[in-house]
């Protein structure tokens, strides 16, 4: 979990492959209407969310269920909506990539033709809320290298 730029998708599809599980990169769930909304500068709302999220719960109910390992990358900014996925599967496990507002505009720039505009990274950010001390998870810097990312992430997944 975390805003744009913090290195969800980029780490997660590393921690997957480290783990052989398969990988789900939640940007590819979102409907056009969502995509398009991001792409012209405007906030997602908690409706716009919700079928979203609940696409990406399915396939975490159905990983369970196959009691097959599964990483996801998902903003999941509110407890509310870690809520919901929780729901899907109570022994769900959040890592927060956390990090400075300059480092995460930075890499949204760098990285070029993604939908996200960095427009929207306040946004992210004044929903974004930390994990709490009772949800299960981990928080990482994220001016750590992905490689040292994935392996604090195995670590404590044990
Ligand atoms: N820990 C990291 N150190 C250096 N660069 C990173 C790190 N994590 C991600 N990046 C780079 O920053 C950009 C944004 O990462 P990305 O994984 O797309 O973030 P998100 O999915 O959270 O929006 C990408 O160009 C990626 O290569
Ligand atoms: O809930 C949201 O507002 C979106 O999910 C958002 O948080 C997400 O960050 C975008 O899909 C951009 O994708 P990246 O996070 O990969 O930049």
Avoid at 113 to 131: I, W
């Amino acid at each position: 979990m975390g805003v744009s730029g913090s290195g969800k998708s980029s780490v997660g599809a590393a921690l997957a492959e480290a783990l052989g599980v398969r990988f789900v990169e939640g940007d590819d769930y979102h409907c056009p209407a969502n995509i398009a909304k991001m792409r012209a500068g405007v906030p997602l709302t908690d409706a716009d969310r919700a079928a979203w999220l609940s696409s990406l719960a399915a396939e975490i109910s159905a990983a369970a269920v196959a009691g097959q390992g599964l990483v996801l990358s998902c903003s999941a900014l509110r407890r509310r909506y870690r809520d919901r996925l929780r729901a899907a599967d109570p022994g769900l496990r959040f890592a927060h990539i956390h990090g400075a507002r300059e480092l995460f505009a930075q890499r949204m720039q760098a990285r070029g033709s993604h939908f996200m505009p960095v427009a929207l990274l306040d946004s992210q950010l004044a929903a974004l809320e930390p994990l709490q001390p009772d949800e299960a998870g981990l928080t990482l810097d994220a001016q750590d290298a992905p490689a040292e990312l994935v392996a604090a992430i195995k670590k404590a997944a044990g």
